[in-house]
T-cell receptor
Framework: EAGVTQSPTHLIKTRGQQVTLRCSPI?????VYWYQQALGLGLQFLLW???????NRGNFPPRFSGRQFPNYSSELNVNALELEDSALYLC??????????????FGPGTRLLVL | QKEVEQDPGPLSVPEGAIVSLNCTYS??????FMWYRQYSRKGPELLMY????GNKEDGRFTAQVDKSSKYISLFIRDSQPSDSATYLC?????????????FGQGTILTVHP
């Protein structure tokens, strides 16, 4: 069974540009999560989508946004890139929430460098 | 104060040693406790999770939770070079915060032959 896939693997952008990162969940999973792993800051929760709806959002500015498509894949968009946005962006997926904790399975990430 | 504090390490141990990894948390609402392992250039993978105080064992790994002290630990017995990775504790409060995992900073572990 294929795991969570993310594209692209690496990306270089300049300040002020916009970027779109993509994630395909494990087959059968309907929840997708986005995390940022920046040097020195650890993994920080960005967004959670389930069944096409945004369910929860971390403490990030509005220039971080995303969406989930009917096939449950997801995009993360970052506008007006800043140097501190350089990080590994991780996507995870899980079965839909049923009231308990569902295991989140992580993809390999997209490494973004902002110059 | 960070919601989750993890001993930063790094840790370097000989093969066969017992490894102890620790995290403390500040919010008593946290009710799910996890340990993830992350190899270089890979995403984290779930090692163990629990939601109650006490010990949970899985092979060479034991997760320990003390809710009264807000303290969680992961013990690795008979450590192997293949255990060399970054270990991350993660905590979830459930309810409306479900989906949001709060991670510790991670501890880099090196097990040398």
């Amino acid at each position: 069974e294929a795991g969570v896939t993310q594209s692209p693997t690496h990306l270089i952008k300049t300040r002020g540009q916009q970027v779109t990162l993509r994630c395909s969940p494990i087959s059968g999973h309907t929840s997708v999560y986005w995390y940022q792993q920046a040097l020195g800051l650890g993994l920080q929760f960005l967004l959670w989508y389930d069944e096409g709806e945004e369910r929860n959002r971390g403490n990030f500015p509005p220039r971080f946004s995303g969406r989930q498509f009917p096939n449950y894949s997801s995009e993360l968009n970052v506008n007006a890139l800043e140097l501190e946005d350089s990080a590994l962006y991780l996507c995870a997926s899980s079965l839909s929430w049923t009231g308990g904790l569902e295991t989140q399975y992580f993809g390999p990430g997209t490494r973004l460098l902002v110059l | 104060q960070k919601e989750v504090e993890q001993d930063p390490g790094p840790l370097s141990v000989p093969e066969g040693a017992i490894v102890s990894l620790n995290c403390t948390y500040s919010n008593s609402a946290f009710q799910y406790f996890m340990w993830y392992r992350q190899y270089s250039r890979k995403g984290p993978e779930l090692l163990m999770y629990t939601y109650s105080s006490g010990n949970k064992e899985d092979g060479r790994f034991t997760a320990q939770v003390d809710k009264s002290s807000k303290y969680i630990s992961l013990f690795i017995r008979d450590s192997q070079p293949s255990d060399s990775a970054t270990y991350l504790c993660a905590i979830n409060a459930g309810g409306t915060s479900y989906g949001k995992l709060t991670f510790g900073q991670g501890t880099i572990l090196t097990v040398h032959p």
